[in-house]
């Protein structure tokens, strides 16, 4: 793991801190100060730059104030003050609801859901108003400024409500952008863009990574571009499409099949909607192979919408069907956790990723 | 509010001291997923510790909070909890669902258009009184044309006010044209009231390229900047919790203002209504919530709403100070607004209004009310309950209007609106471009090819697509 987390560092070559620990070592590379961050303190770090770089804008959701259940909002109320960063009572429709009031008037409001299972009191909220709210109004009115954050995903004991991978719900949405990130690095510079982007957004942390991955992550004001994929492993054999947390486990996939001599183009989405269909067809066309994955059950996942579209533009150069590798269609079950998830043997396992006299479904 | 916080943290706190209930006040424990087998337990005493000492991380915001100083003398006849004090009784005695007299309603004018004498309200000038009057008698004649055109099948859809003239221009008269209006549907006087011409309705009901909402949502879904007035959407409720993020923002920006967001009586069961009204009251947002309960919501009664009194008794389960008011009063509906706009800016506070009146009108064009309630009803409230007539009484005995002012507003206000009905309908649709735009500040890639696409094939086949849209 420490080693995979490495990779994900592309500037420092420094060896994979310790697992688990937040490490405070500050090293300067070139004109640029690095700290050793977990994906909890990167988020953080996103926000205190926000709220710094615009006092109009506003941290809110169920428990913030404190620090927040995972602690991403630590050391914002009392730095920039409770009329800025405060608890709202325990009602999400009201947090988005309220969001959306503030960022109507031009403010930027950066709400949290405590976890994406709850998100769904809001739905109508974000897919009725804020989705809504600059088409129907003629682009008299928006609410670009509001920025909905949800730690998302499988943590190994979540069960059914602190698990789930609702991201393809919203992907059907005209109006938001979905943004996940893979990494602390990533997550700073996706969340700063989403905060700043004229859209409302959904940015879903996969809370699994909070203080699992821990990664060198630039102490200055960047943002990295939504609806832009990045190829974080080049290949020719096949090409693996994911993000958030399952990409470490497609990595893992990666470093399998290329033991069996099979090489592997690995794509971070990053922003599911509206996502680069460029880069991955341009992969795809180049490999042949398409295999996507994700934690949300199979069907109706993202990966069909990715999977038809590459269809319809890489038809000819397919050599294979386009493979899911996803979560089965349960509710996120509590003890069946291992055998549930998206594995890399079940990656491995794939038509795709094996040789064809082993061949799985999942 | 932070003074608050800290009293109720202090609170929490001196419990957990004396009665040593740490352990149950520590949050949910979110510990992170072990990221080694079994097999490697043995041998990663080092990842063990790392995580101990995670822990002792995650309650070091806790401890500092303890350090925190209070001095609460604990009164043995009072009980101390997380809320506050509460006095305690060996009674045991059930709040009774009801009390025994409903709340009184505020009016000022009576049946006859005469004020009650000894009523507080605050004084209307004529020239006041008069614009008020002629926008009432205004809508009246724009509420009847429009239903008319679309019985003509000139336009798709209408939803008319007809009986709610007064809760419409009388609250829109009490506001200074910086509050910022979120509307339900039945408000269209409140745009009125504040410029929006009667040639922009009429674009908005046909969707044409002058409409400022480009076509995109069915007639009577007006919105405007300009106005400070929000673009009406048709589900129910969704502007309280809005309303209350916008007082919010008002109030940061320290703006002589305050969010006025309407709702009907069905739009009170909502969940949002519950989410508005709460996070207005708890983050000390200065909103007025008006609510016109006019006994009907579609087909629905009241009485198969809600079995409290009505709207105004919610108001207090949420600390919001509230008023029942008569909405077919305008001089009583304008002193309320008037006086809650004034305590929501001053105190930074939400106020509740409970406006009572009648739906003369059906629900919409698709509804035909005659089908779930009595004519007669409907005839007593449209004669003998008239807000118009009511308001026209008091204005005409002061000597400020005139059978022939009378005849001259509604004419001339038949004229413009058939004027501008013409003309909007007359008028191209917006271009085609308009069903991509606005979706996103910039239109993205799949807009762009999806564009395309559609106007390749209108071009090639015109005939299978209605005229009036430029390519």
């Given at each position: 793991m420490a080693s995979l987390l490495s990779r994900f560092c592309r500037k420092l070559a420094l060896p994979g801190s310790a697992h688990g620990s937040r490490m405070t070592s500050t090293t300067a590379c070139g004109s640029e100060t690095v700290k050793s961050l977990n994906l909890y303190s990167a988020i953080n770090q996103a926000l205190h730059i926000a709220l710094e770089t615009d006092p109009r804008s506003y941290v809110f959701g169920e428990d913030v104030g404190f620090g927040g259940v995972f602690r991403c909002t630590t050391g914002l109320a009392e730095r920039f003050g409770k009329n800025r960063v405060f608890n709202t009572p325990l009602c999400e429709q009201g947090i988005v609801g309220f969001g959306i009031g503030l960022a109507a008037m031009g403010n930027r409001a950066v709400v949290?859901?405590?976890?994406?299972?709850?998100?769904y009191p809001a739905f109508d909220q974000i897919v009725n108003e804020a989705a809504k709210f600059r088409y129907r109004s003629g682009n008299q009115?928006?609410?670009?400024g509001l920025t909905i954050r949800a730690p998302y995903g499988a943590?190994?004991?979540?069960?059914?409500?602190?698990?789930?991978?609702?991201e393809a719900f919203f992907c059907h949405v005209p109006g938001i952008k979905v943004v996940i990130p893979r990494s602390p690095r990533e997550a700073k510079g996706l969340l700063l863009s989403s905060i700043r982007d004229p859209n409302p957004v959904v940015f879903f942390e996969p809370k699994w990574l909070y203080r699992q991955a821990v990664e060198e992550v630039p102490e200055h004001d960047y943002m990295i571009p939504l609806s832009q994929a990045e190829i974080i492993r080049e290949g020719s054999d096949i090409t693996l499409v994911g993000w958030g947390a399952q990409l470490t486990v497609m990595e893992q996939a990666c470093l399998d099949a290329e033991k069996e001599g099979i090489s592997c183009e690995l794509i971070d989405l990053k922003t599911l909607l509206p996502w680069d269909k460029e880069t991955v067809e341009a992969s795809v066309k180049k490999t042949g192979r398409l295999l996507i994955s994700h934690e949300a059950p199979i069907t109706g996942g993202f990966g069909a919408e990715i999977s038809a579209t590459i269809l319809e533009r890489c038809f000819l150069k397919l050599e294979a069907p386009v493979s899911r590798v996803c979560g089965l269609d349960t509710p996120f079950p509590l003890v069946f956790e291992p055998f549930y998830m998206p594995t890399k043997n079940k990656a491995s396992s794939s038509s795709s990723l094996s040789s064809p006299s082993k061949t799985h479904i999942f | 509010m932070a003074i608050w916080f800290s009293r109720s943290r202090n609170i929490v706190f001196s419990l957990r001291h004396n009665l040593n209930l740490s352990g149950i006040l520590i949050k949910r424990d979110y510990s992170p997923r072990p990221a080694f087998t079994n097999s490697q337990l043995s041998s990663k005493s080092v990842c063990l510790d790392s995580f101990t000492s995670l822990r002792h991380e995650s309650t070091a915001v806790e401890k500092q909070l303890d350090l925190v100083q209070q001095s609460d003398e604990e009164d043995p006849q009072e009980l101390n909890f997380p809320g506050g004090k509460v006095g305690y009784t060996s009674e045991m005695k059930f709040i009774p669902e009801s009390s025994s007299l409903r709340v009184p309603c505020y009016r000022v004018l009576d049946e006859d258009g005469r004020i009650i004498s000894n009523s507080d309200y605050i004084p209307v000038s004529e020239k006041l009184a008069v614009r008020m009057y002629e926008h009432m008698a205004t809508l009246q004649v724009m509420d009847h044309i429009f239903y008319e055109a679309q019985r003509q099948g000139r336009i798709s859809f209408f939803i008319t006010a007809v009986g709610e003239e007064a809760i419409n221009i009388a609250s829109a008269a009490a506001l200074s044209p910086d509050d910022v209006v979120l509307p339900q549907y039945r408000e269209p006087g409140v745009l009125l009231w504040r410029g929006f011409t009667l040639q922009e309705f009429a674009n908005q009901c046909f969707g044409n390229k002058a409409d400022r909402g480009k076509g995109r949502q069915m007639p009577v879904h007006y919105g405007s900047n300009r106005h400070n007035h929000f673009t009406v959407s048709s589900p129910i409720a969704t502007q309280l919790p809005q309303a209350a993020g916008v007082g919010y923002s008002l109030k940061m920006e320290k703006k002589n203002a305050c969010a006025v967001t309407f709702i009907g009586d069905g739009g009170t069961s909502e969940g949002d209504f519950h989410a508005g009204l709460n996070f207005a009251a708890v983050l000390e947002a200065p909103v007025v919530f008006i609510c016109r309960n006019n006994g009907w919501a579609i087909s629905t009664h009241i009485s198969e709403q809600f079995r409290s009194d009505g709207i105004v008794v919610k108001g207090q389960a949420y600390g919001i100070r509230s008023i029942r008011v008569d909405g077919n009063d305008a001089l009583a509906v304008y002193s309320a607004v008037r006086s809650a706009r004034e305590m929501a800016v001053k105190e930074q506070r939400p106020v509740l209004i409970e406006a009572m009146t009648y739906r003369v009108g059906h629900h919409s064009t698709s509804d035909d009310s005659t089908k779930y309630r009595a004519a007669d009803e409907i005839q007593y409230w449209k004669m003998s309950r008239n807000p118009v007539n009511r308001f026209r009484k008091w204005v005409e005995d002061n000597g400020w209007w005139s059978e022939e002012d009378e005849s001259k507003i509604r004419s001339n206000a038949r004229k413009q609106i058939l004027q501008a009905i013409q003309a909007a309908e007359k008028w191209d649709k917006p271009p085609l471009t308009e069903l991509f735009s606005d979706v996103y500040d910039v239109k993205p890639k799949n807009l762009e090819e999806q564009e395309l696409g559609l106007k390749e094939l209108v071009e090639k086949r015109p005939q299978d697509y209605p005229p009036g849209f430029q390519i």
């Open positions: 949290e859901i405590q976890v994406a299972d709850y998100i009115f928006n609410c670009g943590v190994g004991h979540g069960g059914h409500y602190h698990s789930q991978s609702p | -």
